[in-house]
């Protein structure tokens, strides 16, 4: 029998806080393909606040938040095939069906029948414990540290799968990052860096700039977001990775070179852009939305960190107590790498 503690999104916006309670019942056994995991460590992401504002329609309240964690297995059920108790383990964001036309497709991180996505349809990782179909979940090696494991999917993870399997980013190409020294900023700026690429980091605040060179950035702008693109000098970049929105996608757009590629994966401010359809036509850029990584993606992830070692950072370490503290110092910005909580 386990008895959880968990922190609970009651209802959205800021008002309130979340509360950190232990369950009055004892989490059920795994059923069918589930696991159930004892956390170590979960990353606070963007998304999680995202999701408290009640800016995606199917978020299911009340709810664990937390989609980025990382434990080892406790119990599976009956019908899990891929994993066994005592096996490390961290969180993709959600499961998938495996025969839709996107799964067949290798595209799971858009299948359309997927009912489990943690944080939103099911309970997340701001707990002691976590109970989730088995294709949420991917193994990771002993040698990762738990909060690494944790954050290692949405912030490797993402930028893996933008700048390789999206954009296809290759060694002596020019590689543009926005927010660069956030959580998937700063990873992005690393992974690109250990491709072979030159690396441009725009930051919004100049006392970031140490931070973000000693990442290896080549070129580092300071920059409100919408003018960066007017000081990149005659070489224009070969791949774009946007991890803010609004504020600086057109400057991100008009950062390409003829031909290049635009990969979107921010959505920190809940506003439209306007698009000037026919800069993309002209000059033959491609824009390109992207998520969290798939299963696939996190298995060349890990293979290639095996021989190019790359080290996130991890900017503050919270207890699950703390859980209301850590989003909101999040929502404040200005964080170096990513803030992680621990049961």
């Given at each position: 029998?386990?008895?959880?503690?968990?922190?609970?999104?009651?209802?959205?916006?800021?008002?309130?806080?979340?509360?950190?309670?232990?369950?009055?019942?004892?989490?059920?056994?795994?059923?069918?393909?589930?696991?159930l995991v004892a956390v170590e460590a979960c990353g606070v992401?963007?998304?999680?606040?995202?999701?408290?504002?009640?800016?995606?329609?199917?978020?299911?309240?009340?709810?664990?938040?937390?989609?980025?964690?990382?434990?080892?297995?406790?119990?599976?059920?009956?019908?899990?095939?891929?994993?066994?108790?005592?096996?490390?383990?961290?969180?993709?964001?959600?499961?998938?069906?495996?025969?839709?036309?996107?799964?067949?497709?290798?595209?799971?991180?858009?299948?359309?029948?997927?009912?489990?996505?943690?944080?939103?349809?099911?309970?997340?990782?701001?707990?002691?414990?976590?109970?989730?179909?088995?294709?949420?979940?991917?193994?990771?090696?002993?040698?990762?540290?738990?909060?690494?494991?944790?954050?290692?999917?949405?912030?490797?993870g993402t930028a893996w799968r933008g700048l390789v399997t999206?954009?296809?980013?290759?060694?002596?190409?020019?590689?543009?990052?926005?927010?660069?020294?956030?959580?998937?900023?700063?990873?992005?700026?690393?992974?690109?860096?250990?491709?072979?690429?030159?690396?441009?980091?725009?930051?919004?605040?100049?006392?970031?700039?140490?931070?973000?060179?000693?990442?290896?950035?080549?070129?580092?702008?300071?920059?409100?977001?919408?003018?960066?693109?007017?000081?990149?000098?005659?070489?224009?970049?070969?791949?774009?990775?946007?991890?803010?929105?609004?504020?600086?996608?057109?400057?991100?757009?008009?950062?390409?070179?003829?031909?290049?590629?635009?990969?979107?994966?921010?959505?920190?401010?809940?506003?439209?852009?306007?698009?000037?359809?026919?800069?993309?036509?002209?000059?033959?850029?491609?824009?390109?939305?992207?998520?969290?990584?798939?299963?696939?993606?996190?298995?060349?992830?890990?293979?290639?960190?095996?021989?190019?070692?790359?080290?996130?950072?991890?900017?503050?370490?919270?207890?699950?107590?703390?859980?209301?503290?850590?989003?909101?110092?999040?929502?404040?910005?200005?964080?170096?790498?990513?803030?992680?909580?621990?049961?």
């Amino acid at each position: 029998m386990t008895r959880r503690t968990a922190a609970h999104l009651d209802a959205t916006g800021w008002a309130g806080a979340l509360t950190v309670r232990a369950d009055e019942h004892d989490l059920p056994a795994p059923v069918r393909d589930q696991l159930l995991v004892a956390v170590e460590a979960c990353g606070v992401c963007h998304r999680d606040l995202i999701d408290r504002e009640g800016r995606i329609r199917f978020l299911r309240l009340p709810i664990v938040p937390g989609h980025e964690a990382s434990g080892r297995v406790l119990q599976v059920g009956p019908d899990t095939q891929g994993f066994s108790p005592g096996d490390r383990v961290a969180t993709l964001h959600r499961d998938h069906c495996g025969v839709c036309d996107a799964c067949l497709a290798g595209e799971t991180t858009v299948c359309d029948r997927a009912a489990s996505v943690l944080g939103l349809t099911i309970d997340g990782g701001y707990a002691s414990h976590l109970l989730a179909p088995e294709r949420v979940f991917y193994r990771v090696p002993d040698q990762l540290d738990a909060p690494t494991a944790a954050v290692l999917h949405c912030t490797l993870g993402t930028a893996w799968r933008g700048l390789v399997t999206q954009a296809g980013l290759r060694s002596g190409q020019h590689a543009l990052i926005t927010g660069a020294n956030g959580g998937v900023g700063h990873a992005a700026v690393l992974l690109a860096k250990s491709l072979g690429a030159t690396v441009t980091a725009v930051i919004r605040d100049d006392a970031h700039q140490d931070f973000v060179a000693s990442l290896g950035a080549d070129q580092i702008l300071v920059d409100p977001g919408d003018t960066f693109h007017k000081r990149l000098g005659r070489r224009r970049a070969d791949v774009v990775l946007d991890t803010v929105g609004a504020t600086t996608f057109n400057a991100s757009l008009r950062s390409l070179r003829v031909g290049g590629r635009l990969v979107t994966v921010g959505n920190i401010v809940d506003a439209r852009v306007e698009l000037n359809l026919g800069y993309i036509i002209t000059f033959g850029i491609r824009v390109i939305g992207s998520s969290g990584a798939s299963g696939a993606d996190m298995e060349a992830l890990l293979s290639w960190l095996g021989s190019h070692p790359i080290g996130l950072r991890i900017a503050r370490t919270l207890e699950l107590s703390r859980a209301d503290e850590a989003q909101r110092l999040l929502r404040r910005g200005g964080l170096e790498g990513r803030v992680v909580l621990v049961p």
